[in-house]
C-alpha cells in the first residue's frame, strides 16, 4: 500500500512576508504617481517678466587705442648733421622752443657772401646812375649844339655837312641815355636777385634750427646728435596733450545709435580697476571693409598719469536706443550649450528658446531676435523642458 501525500505547511510568517512585499510595490507605485504627478502634471507658480518693447539705455562697448588728434613728427627740411638735441622724451614744450640744431657753418659763410654781392650789386646801381647822369650832359650839349648848327644852316651860315656831323652826335648821345637806362634797370634786377637768395639762405639758416611746432610733449626721439639727419626723416615725435583721445571701435550697426555728446566710461587694461569719464567727440565717415567697424573718438575728462599713446583700453558709450527695444533682466539669461537662451511659459509649460542678445543697458540686456511683445519670460532657477507652470509673481 502507497502512503498518502503529505499536505504542504503555510506558515503565518510567509503570509506576513508576502503582505510586506505587496505593500512596498503599492507605496512604491503610490511615491512614483505622486512625483509624476508634481513634477510633470501639477503646475508650479512660477516669477515671470513679460516682454514689452520701450526705449532703453544702451551701453555700447568696443576696444580702443590711445591716440591725438594733433600729434606732429618733427622732421628737418634741410639735410645736415645734428649739432644738438636740446629736448627729450617726456619733455613739455612750447610753441617755437627750439627742439634741435643743425650743423650750419657753410650756410653761414653762403649768407656772408650773398650779403656781399647785394652790396655790390647796389654799388653797380650807383655806378650806372652815374653813367647816364654823363650820358644826360652829353645829350644836352649835343642837343644845344645840333639846334644852333640847324639855325645856321638856316642863315647860309654853315654848311650841311656841318649839320649832318652834329645830328649824328645828338643821336648818339640819345643812344648812350637808352643804354645807360637799361645799365641801371639791370643792375637793380641784380640787386632784387641777390637780396632773395639772401632771403633764402636765411631761410636755410633759420631751418638749420628746429623748432617745436605746437605746446605739447616729447613722446619718442629718434636721432641723436652727429647723425646725418636727411629732409623728411623722423626727429621726434610731439603730442598736444589737450587733444588727446581715445579712438574706439564699433561695429557699424551702432552708427545710428552712437552720437556725438554722449558720455562714456573708459577702462585702461593697464589699471582695469579705475574707470574714466569722457564724452563722444565725432564719429568716422568711414566703415572697414574687413572687420565692419567704424572708429569713434572719445575725449578724456583727464588723463591716467602712466599714459601712453596707443594703450589699449576698453570704451563704453551709454547711447539711447533709437527706436522702441526688446530688454529683458540679464538674470534670466541662461546658457545650454554655450547659447543663450530664456524659458518661456508656452500652452503651460516650460520652453527654453534661443536668443540674440545685443547690447547690455544697466542689469537688463537687449535681445535681437528670439521674443516678441507679450512673451512670458520665466525664473530660470529650477526650470526643466515641458515643466508645468503657471504664472506667479511678476518681475519687474
Known amino acids: 500500500m502507497k502512503p498518502e501525500p503529505v499536505p504542504a505547511l503555510h506558515t503565518r510568517a510567509d503570509h506576513s512576508a508576502g503582505w510586506r512585499r505587496f505593500a512596498f510595490v503599492a507605496l512604491a507605485a503610490l511615491a512614483a504617481g505622486a512625483y509624476g504627478f508634481y513634477w510633470y502634471i501639477l503646475p508650479a507658480p512660477v516669477p515671470y517678466h513679460e516682454v514689452r518693447p520701450r526705449l532703453m539705455s544702451l ?12 600729434r606732429v613728427v618733427v622732421t628737418s627740411r634741410i639735410q645736415g648733421f645734428l649739432k644738438v638735441i636740446e629736448a627729450d622724451r617726456n619733455d613739455v614744450v612750447k610753441t617755437g622752443q627750439v627742439l634741435a640744431r643743425l650743423e650750419s657753418v657753410d650756410l653761414q659763410n653762403q649768407l656772408a657772401a650773398a650779403v656781399a654781392e647785394v652790396t655790390a650789386a647796389e654799388r653797380g646801381v650807383t655806378e650806372a646812375q652815374s653813367e647816364r647822369a654823363r650820358a644826360q650832359a652829353m645829350l644836352d650839349k649835343t642837343k644845344i649844339e645840333f639846334e644852333r648848327r ?10 650841311q655837312a656841318e649839320l649832318t656831323t652834329t645830328e649824328a652826335a645828338f643821336k ?8 645807360t637806362d637799361a645799365g641801371i634797370e639791370r643792375a637793380r634786377a641784380q640787386v632784387l636777385s641777390q637780396q632773395a ?21 616729447v613722446i619718442s626721439r629718434e636721432r641723436n646728435p652727429g647723425d646725418l639727419l636727411l629732409p623728411g626723416a623722423n626727429l621726434m615725435q610731439v603730442v598736444e596733450l589737450s587733444t588727446i583721445n581715445v579712438s574706439a571701435r564699433f561695429d557699424e550697426s551702432a ?17 582695469p580697476s579705475r574707470e574714466w569719464n569722457g564724452k563722444v567727440l565725432r564719429l568716422s565717415r568711414q566703415v572697414d571693409q574687413e572687420t565692419r ?4 573718438d572719445i575725449t578724456l575728462d583727464s588723463l591716467p598719469e602712466s599714459w601712453a599713446m596707443g594703450q589699449r583700453a576698453n570704451v563704453a558709450v551709454e547711447a539711447q536706443s533709437p ?12 546658457r545650454r550649450d554655450g547659447r543663450a537662451g530664456v524659458w518661456l511659459a508656452q500652452r503651460g509649460r516650460a520652453v527654453w528658446t534661443p536668443l540674440t542678445l545685443g547690447y547690455i543697458s544697466g542689469s537688463n540686456i537687449e535681445v535681437t531676435r528670439g521674443l516678441k511683445e507679450g512673451d512670458a519670460v520665466l525664473a530660470p532657477a529650477g526650470r526643466y523642458a515641458f515643466q ?7 518681475l519687474p
Open 59 to 70: 551701453e555700447i562697448n568696443g576696444p580702443g587705442l590711445l591716440d591725438a588728434i594733433n
Open 150 to 159: 640847324t639855325t645856321l644852316v638856316r642863315l647860309n651860315a654853315a654848311s
Open 172 to 179: 648818339q648821345a640819345e643812344a648812350d641815355i637808352a643804354r
Open 197 to 217: 637768395n639772401v632771403k633764402v639762405l636765411e631761410a636755410r639758416l633759420a631751418e638749420a634750427t628746429i623748432t617745436s611746432p605746437l605746446d605739447g610733449v
Open 255 to 271: 552708427r545710428s545709435t552712437i552720437k556725438v555728446g554722449q558720455p562714456a566710461r573708459i577702462r585702461f587694461a593697464a589699471d
Open 293 to 296: 567697424e567704424f572708429t569713434a
Open 323 to 334: 527706436e522702441r527695444v526688446i530688454g529683458i533682466p540679464e538674470s534670466l539669461v541662461s
Open 388 to 394: 508645468p507652470v503657471s504664472l506667479g509673481t511678476p
